[in-house]
Every structure is written in structure tokens, then in C-alpha cells.
């Protein structure tokens, strides 16, 4: 099930959405910047509906400090200016909304879903971004490597890794031993999880009973990144 954040001070017009949206998502409401921007981290929705006039931090400002994009954004607004126009644009935000109805927003959020991810979409193209979100430097080995494997490892969830994957991964790149692969892509993991934002991360993997989040293995990151994509 795709994942919704509604992001709106106004409970009753929050909860209506909710009403609409519930059967429909795997959905979560705020009422604050504060806390939509901590939600936009942990829960990475699919789809986002936002009101710019929030309190604690705008809808905008959560969109410019936020690490992750849903792939859907919708803003509301009460009023639209040049500067907010262009401002929303450069932020990925794909239609605003002036006080709209629920109904209307209904239709216009199930429209921009349906165009924007019910399609099948580049397996690739999603590792990517993935990587991208949980911050990999794009120099190292292990990353270009992850981008080839990660797919595989989608489509062959029970593939052994050593035995079948990182001999695919090293022919693609013309090298002469898996475990080379093997340690390329660990190495990679190690550097991100080193760097990683625990908000960020925890999307992905769940913290220990301390609370903290341990570094995943080659065959966990393989599994919780493959959860992630949308054929």
C-alpha cells in the first residue's frame, strides 16, 4: 500500500481527508512543521498533501530542510504569489491548491497518483534515489555496484549473494572476483551508516533495543532497499 502524510493545522479539515484517504493509503496526519518534518523522514510517504501555513515551520521551509521528496506533492494555500509559485516549483511541489474542498483535492491527489505511480517505474532508477536519500557517496565502488545488484536481488528475493549476485554484479563490471563486490558494497554501506541521519535511516532499518540503529549486513540492506521499490 502506497504511503500518505496529510500535513494541516486544521484537525477537522485533517480529519476529513482522513475519512476520504484511509482505505485508500498507509496514512499519517500532522498538524505542525515540526513534526511533518520528522514524519517526511521516518515514515518516507509516497504522496504528500501539505498546507504551506503551518505552524512552527511552513510547508515550504519542511520541504527545503526535509532529506526526502515524496515522489507526489500537493500544496495547499490560502493566497499564491509569483514568489511562492516559483519557490514551490523548485521544490518538486507539482500543484497547489487554494483552499480546497476535500472532494476536489480527493480527485486531484488520485489523479496526480495514479499519472505519477501506479505506472511501473525504473527499478534502477528508484535504487538510485534510495542511495541517494540515505546519502552514499556516489565515488565509491559499492555504490555503482548496489544500483546493478539491488534490482536483482528485487526480482530474486531468494537469491544467495555470494554464490549468485556478486558473480552477476562482477561480470557487469568486468572484474575478476565476486568478493571483490562483496567488499565494495560493504564498504559503501559502512561509509553511509557512518554519515547516516538516524531520522532518515530508520525508515528503512529499525533501531535495537538501545535505541540506535546497527549497521546493516550486505544481505539486510539488499532486502530493506528491494522492500522499497515499486515495480
Known sequence: MLKLLIADASEPYAEALEAVFKNEFDLRICHDGESALETLL?????????????PYKDGLTVLQESAHRPRVILAITPFMSPYVEQLAADLGIQYVMIMPT?????VR????VSTAIAPKKD????TLLHLHILNFHT??????????GIPLFFNNPDICLSK????????HFKLPDARTVEH????????AWRRKDPAVWAGYFPPGA??????????????AIAEKLIP
Open 139 to 148: 565515488h565509491l565502488d559499492g555504490y555503482h555496484q548496489l544500483r546493478v
Open 109 to 112: 491527489l488520485m489523479d496526480m
Open 123 to 126: 527499478l534502477t532508477a528508484q
Open 210 to 223: 538501545d535505541g540506535k540503529i546497527p549497521c546493516p549486513t550486505n544481505k539486510k540492506f539488499f532486502a
Open 42 to 54: 521516518s515514515f518516507q510517504p509516497d504522496a504528500l498533501v501539505i498546507n504551506l501555513r503551518l
Open 102 to 106: 476535500v472532494e476536489s483535492l480527493r
Open 184 to 191: 565494495s558494497i560493504r564498504k559503501a554501506v559502512e561509509d
Open 164 to 171: 549468485e549476485l556478486y558473480p552477476v554484479v562482477a561480470a
